[in-house]
């Protein structure tokens, strides 16, 4: 289990700075797999035509992506070797290798991996374990959940975070998302068993804006500290409210409270309840 590092005050901002304890989190002296690693470019933004699509990303620390296995294709399990930090996820990840081919692949770090344990030999219900759907128990925490069979886990990756399985009828089971929202997987889904490791990444407080800076966050400005011709919260004298009905963007749309999933999307059927407590259409 992850433990948070406090400072000394010697500074404004290490008064208010805690991390995470890599000391007592990580294999000590161990340094990435290089076939593992991939250099990925700072877009700061724009899309493949250029255009700024997301907006206050740019700079930050150039750093080496982890090429995570997500698949979990590990026919008589694997071995742990270490537990390693990604500066490119909130996770930890865990070099393991594959007790079938001695291939080394990353893997997320789950509650429960230790270094030089074996897991996912078989679908026991047991910590750190991939198993389908259909065997997970009601009620049991469970984390990198697949959407569709064989695809490769894309649900519940971040550090600290888990679904909580439901229920089970008619060849599907209703899990409910750290998000809120409960909808239904095909039970041929693959799982894991337990949280995401890292669960103390919730509490770290960063401290000073240079961190933000570090990880290629840019400063964020207020529209109504802006002037009317850049933004239409703008203008006034001193604090005062923005004077429209609703919010709106710098271009003046909708910013709160606009539905942008597609009512006709194909997996809405799929949705039980949507985060926000409305049953799904």
């Given amino acids: 289990m992850s433990r948070i590092k406090l400072y000394k005050p010697t500074t404004p901002a290490r008064r208010h700075t805690s991390i995470v304890d890599y000391a007592n989190s990580l294999t000590k002296d161990v340094k990435p797999t290089k076939a593992l690693l991939l250099r990925k470019k700072n877009r700061a933004g724009r899309n493949s035509t250029g255009k700024i699509t997301v907006r206050h990303r740019g700079g930050g620390y150039r750093s080496l992506v982890r090429m995570v296995n997500f698949n979990r294709t590990f026919p008589l399990g694997f071995k742990v070797v270490s537990t390693e930090y990604d500066p490119g996820r909130t996770a930890f990840v865990c070099l393991v290798t594959d007790l079938e081919t001695g291939k080394k692949h990353y893997v997320l770090h789950t509650n429960g991996m230790k270094d030089g344990e074996k897991y996912g030999a078989n679908n026991e219900i047991s910590a750190a374990n991939g198993v389908v759907l259909a065997l997970v128990p009601v009620g049991t925490e469970v984390s990198q959940l697949e959407i569709n069979p064989g695809q490769g886990a894309k649900l519940v990756r971040g550090a600290g975070t888990y679904a909580t399985v439901s229920a089970r009828e008619n060849g599907f089971v209703t899990v409910k998302l750290p998000s809120g929202e409960i909808r239904k997987l095909d039970e041929k889904c693959s799982c894991v068993i337990n949280p995401v490791g890292n669960g103390a990444h919730n509490r770290v407080r960063t401290g000073k804006a240079g961190i933000n800076r570090h990880k290629g966050f840019r400063p ?14 703008g203008g006034g004298e001193a604090r005062n409210s923005i004077g429209l009905k609703y919010p709106k963007t710098p271009w003046g749309k909708h910013a709160l409270g606009v539905a ?22």
């Fill in 220 to 233: 964020t400005v207020r529209g109504k500290v802006m002037n009317p011709v850049d933004h239409p919260h």
């Fill in 260 to 281: 942008t999933r597609r009512p006709k999307k194909q997996s809405a059927k799929f949705i039980v309840s949507r985060r926000n407590g409305k049953k799904a259409k």
